[in-house]
Every structure is written in C-alpha cells, then in structure tokens.
C-alpha cells in the first residue's frame, strides 16, 4: 500500500495512508490484514468493540464523509501512532481531504515506512515494552475540523470587484488517493509518562515488520483547541470479551433430557 502526501510551509501536517465527528463525518473500521476482513463491531455498554486474533496484523481504516479536510490525531494503547509519545489530543495526527480515505497500518518509522500493527499478548505490546501498559486494548481518533478562512470585504474591493470581469474560481486540488492523507504537526504538550499497574494479560499492539507507507507534510489549522468528536474503539481477544459479556455467549443451556427406555427397536447380536 502507498501513501502519498506533499509538504507545505507554515503549520505541517503528515500525509499517510479511517467513525464519524457531529454527525459522525468520519467512518471507521478495522480491518484484519490477515485474515482479509472487516472486524465486526459489538457494542457494549455503549461503546465499541472489536476481537482481534493474537499474530494477526491490522489497520485503522478512516473515511472522511464531509466535502472538507479533517485531521484525525490516532492512538494505539495510547500511544500516539505517528510520534510514539504517550498521546494527547493536541499532537500530530493524520489529514484526510474531502470525502478522502486514509489506512493506518502501523507505527510509523520513516516518512516512508511503519512497523505494521498485530495483536499480541500485553507484554508483547509496544506500550508495554516501553513502559506504558496502562492504557493497552483501546485504539483512539480525535478529530478535528479545519479553520476557514473568510476575506473581510472592505467598500472599495466590494465596488472594485462589481466592475471586473468574472473570472473562473481557482480550481481545488484533486484529493489524493484513496490511500493518502496528512499528518499535522505536534503541539507542546504535557503528558506524562503512565504508571506502571499490574494487569491481567489481555491483548495488545505489537510493532512488527517494517512496511513501505510513504508519507509528506501538510498545513493544517484547527478551527478549535478541543476536538469535534473523540472515537474509541476497544479490542481484546475473543474469549476475553465473551468472558467480560460483550460478545454473547452461545445459549449452552442443554435441555433435560427423559431417558428412553426403548432406544432401539431389535435386538443386535453380541
């Protein structure tokens, strides 16, 4: 898969290779690389799960359902999937353009590589090996729209522009591919490393092979500090969820059963 961005002056944003804000203008799913499917949603107790398969890899697929740019600030275990950094909603994060997609298929290394995502166990998880186990089994996207700029009409441009000609608006750039977007660029931020708590052993992120992704830089201003929606997706095994009732158990309940007292109908030979 490549990814294809372009890099510009003033704020940057990274472009790479997907739920919904107000409205939900963003749709997510992930998608299992290796078994080639969508992972089903459970909703439970109001939010999102999905069973992920220990070994197997994965990515975050965004949609952008709105005609303008959105930036997605991503998180793995809660770990900012661009930076590494134990994450926060102000730091850089992915661009989509309008009505565009985005696959975020791993850590990224490069502007040109990731170390895919897989599940694993939790202290195979790259939020564990680096110290920070507290917030494994749970992918996040903040999301952000993008200020917009409106000229202020002064008198004089106002008669100016009545006595020209009409000329033909400035075409907008054609959106990247499918499996393009941009990564905006970090606020200061001042997070702190998580504690360290005992867990029970649950699956988490690991950082796998590395893969080609390419991705450049972009100019992206927030229209607020404060994302416009915030989605969580959580992921454990599947037993684990069946255990903790989010995906429901097969009804094992076996009905009594009256012993027949004829089960057969002739006598067989010894």
Known sequence: MSHLATLAAACLAL???LTALAGQPVNVEIYDRTAGQVLPVYWHDGERHVAGEPGHEYEIRIRNREHSRVLAVTSVDGVNVITGRTAAPDQG???????GRLEIDGWRKTMSEVAAFYFTSLP???AARTGRPDNVGVIGIALFRERVAYPVMREQDSLAAADAEPRDAPSLPESRSAQGAAAAPERESSGGMLGKLQRDERLGTGHGQRRDSGATYTHFERASDQPDAVIRIFYDSRRNLVAHGVIPQPDRR???????PFPGCFVPDP
Do not use: F, I, M, Q
């Not at 994060?93 to 009505?99: A, E, F, Q, T």
């Open 93 to 99: 994060g992915y661009v989509l353009d309008p009505r």
């Open 254 to 260: 076996t009905a009594s059963r009256t012993p027949d």
């Open 124 to 126: 195979d998880s790259y």
């Open 15 to 17: 472009l790479c290779p």
